[in-house]
């Protein structure tokens, strides 16, 4: 069994979240079947049996969370229960300063994989990969918890360190790390010049992405002339996502007029359009959108969007194919429900749910030597019970998710400069794609 929920950190909870729509306690039930009252009776009985029968006084929480969450991974990976403390941690998570580790994970096999260590946190300064299984904590097997539950293991007092024991594709053996937990403020942008580029990189949706995206690019435009400035790096590779408005938002900043996405849920009322409104800061200036495995959700709205409306060239690798829309839905003290309500589509109506984004120009990045025997490639369409897409198809979605930490070895960055430079693509590493592109467009 594979149950997803994404953590950013061992301690708070933030998803891979394309929507948060905070609205009421469901409406009373409806059009309930006798049968299923039937199955209901059967499983108070089942639980009156357990809590007053078993070898040994049975933890009633600890059942009846599990009940719940099995009823939600029957869904898929995406939905799951949040108790108070979780729906407390996942909102201040959104913010981008919280306490914790620095990693999103899922629950795999009673394992917990990790799908990406956040940069410059704790996880990621460790050498924690994506990809990675957590098999024990501080010497404490992981197998037959839940994932609440490993989370809260993972907790402690800022300052102190948890071992975790790995496992790792490629290598024969567990390996151990040492994680100190720390005050985590994640920078939703950060950028730089490259000579006469900007480079930006969002490395996370949260609250501040949009803000910190604008003061970017005036602060570029103020620093190179305009005569000179001859695009932009958008980077967006280990960007596992956040908040749909400020995907949304971000998107706008490049494009003048148009759709940016939409969101479909099972009603035809459901139906959602978001368009752009902010017009283009960057002037019409040339922007190259940098994805790989790690980019997801919310970073996935944004490619797609800019590639449907031929405003930037993706480059790199398939991305994650995160296309869901999960609901938060406050159940007062008793915590919150995150449920997969509506998938989202690109301006040319195309579905990313377990296809990804297919890069215009696709460039692999190769893995140091001793990451070469770890070839990871993790996505959506891999996920156990996940929602199937509209466009998926055998080759799934998802790619290697590993960004060197030395820009001289970066080569999807370095292809990236060279595109921008007009200078011809090193077709060792490169294979042109260019793919082909819906004219559907909402404009």
Request: hydrophobic share 40%.
């Amino acid at each position: 069994m594979l149950r997803r929920i994404t953590l950013f950190l061992a301690g708070s909870l933030l998803g891979v979240i394309s929507m948060i729509v905070l609205h009421p306690v469901a409406s009373p039930i409806e059009n309930i079947s006798a049968d299923t009252y039937r199955q209901l009776a059967i499983f108070c009985d089942i639980f009156e049996r357990v809590r007053s029968q078993y070898v040994t006084l049975p933890d009633e929480n600890r059942l009846l969370q599990h009940a719940i969450n099995g009823m939600l991974t029957s869904l898929d990976p995406h939905s799951f229960y949040m108790d108070a403390e979780a729906a407390k941690d996942m909102r201040i998570s959104t913010k981008g300063e919280f306490s914790g580790l620095g990693i999103e994970v899922t629950m795999e096999n009673d394992l917990v994989r990790v799908i990406a260590p956040i940069a410059e946190t704790p996880a990621s300064r460790a050498g924690i990969l994506a990809g990675d299984l957590i098999i024990k904590i501080d010497d404490d097997d992981v197998h037959g918890h839940t994932l609440s539950e490993v989370v809260n293991r993972m907790r402690g007092a800022l300052g102190t360190s948890v071992k975790l024991t790995l496992s790792r594709q490629g290598l024969n053996k567990p390996i151990e790390i040492t994680v100190t937990r720390a005050v985590i403020k994640v920078r939703a942008v950060r950028y730089h010049m490259e000579n006469e580029i900007g480079y930006i990189r969002i490395i996370q949706f949260t609250e501040q992405a949009c803000d910190d995206l604008k003061k970017a690019i005036f602060d570029i435009q103020s620093q190179i002339p305009d005569s000179r400035l001859k695009g932009y790096i958008l980077d967006l590779r280990l960007n596992p996502g956040g908040l749909l408005d400020q995907a949304v938002s971000v998107s706008g900043i490049f494009l003048d007029r148009g759709e940016i996405v939409s969101t479909r849920g099972r009603r035809p009322q459901d139906i959602l359009h978001f368009d752009a409104h902010a017009g283009d800061l960057t002037k019409g200036k040339p922007i190259v959108v940098l994805i790989n495995g790690g980019s997801a959700s919310a970073a996935e709205i944004v490619a797609g969007a800019l590639q449907d409306h031929h405003r930037a060239t993706i480059l790199g690798t398939q991305s994650f194919g995160k296309g869901s829309v999960q609901t938060i839905i406050p159940l007062g003290e008793n915590g919150a429900l995150r449920l997969t309500t509506a998938l989202y589509y690109t301006p040319s109506g195309r579905s990313i749910q377990g296809k990804g984004i297919t890069p215009d120009i696709i460039v692999e990045q190769p893995l140091p030597d001793e990451l070469r025997s770890y070839g990871v490639n993790y996505g959506e369409a891999g996920l156990k019970g996940h929602i199937k897409g509209q466009e998926e198809d055998e080759k799934g979605s998802g790619s290697i998710a590993y960004v060197p930490t030395d820009k001289k070895d970066d080569v999807q960055l370095r292809e990236a400069l060279r595109f921008l430079r007009g200078q011809v693509a090193n077709t060792d590493t490169v294979f042109l794609h260019f793919a082909e592109q819906n004219k559907k467009i909402m404009q």
